[in-house]
């Protein structure tokens, strides 16, 4: 992933500005879910402002290699798909809960609490992008 020597690479303005764009779609999926019909977390995994926010993140990684954008594009990219999972993990734990009637109740907390993670991981990644900050490196700490 990044090295501290990568991470302190500039990065073209038109790519900031993409890595923007990706971090208002997330956002703009969670405040569909947080006002809408749809869940937050819902809203952010299967909403169209989220699955073009990940497009946008694989077609552009590549031009982020090697600079510091490049942690917010894996921070993006990784953001969406832990939430997937924990989502599917949830569901499934969930569903065989049901039959002791306790699955509603994990449903809903899990389901909130991964919203809360989303909204936290956007949220974090684009205060750290606007002050043009790397995210940190999985590996650190």
């Known amino acids: 992933m990044n090295t501290p020597n990568t991470a302190t690479l500039d990065a073209p303005p038109s790519l900031v500005n993409i890595a923007h764009i990706v971090y208002a779609l997330h956002?703009?999926?969670l405040a569909l879910g947080a006002f809408g019909a749809a869940s937050v977390?819902?809203?952010?995994?299967?909403g169209w402002p989220s699955i073009i926010a990940v497009i946008l993140n694989y077609v552009k990684r590549s031009e982020a290699r090697g600079t510091?954008?490049?942690?917010?594009?894996?921070?993006q990219i990784r953001t969406f798909w832990w939430?997937?999972?924990?989502a599917l993990i949830v569901a499934a734990v969930s569903a065989l809960l049901l039959v002791v009637?306790?699955?509603?109740?994990?449903?809903t907390l899990?389901?909130?609490?991964?919203?809360?993670?989303?909204?936290?991981?956007?949220a974090r990644g684009w205060l750290r992008l606007k002050d043009r900050q790397?995210?940190?490196?999985?590996?650190a700490g």
């Open 27 to 29: 956002a703009l999926g």
């Open 83 to 86: 939430a997937l999972l924990w």
């Open 110 to 122: 899990g389901m909130f609490a991964l919203g809360v993670w989303a909204i936290y991981r956007i």
């Open 134 to 139: 790397a995210m940190p490196s999985p590996q």
């Open 101 to 107: 009637i306790v699955g509603i109740a994990t449903w």
């Open 41 to 46: 977390l819902g809203s952010f995994l299967f």
């Open 68 to 75: 510091w954008l490049e942690s917010h594009f894996d921070w």
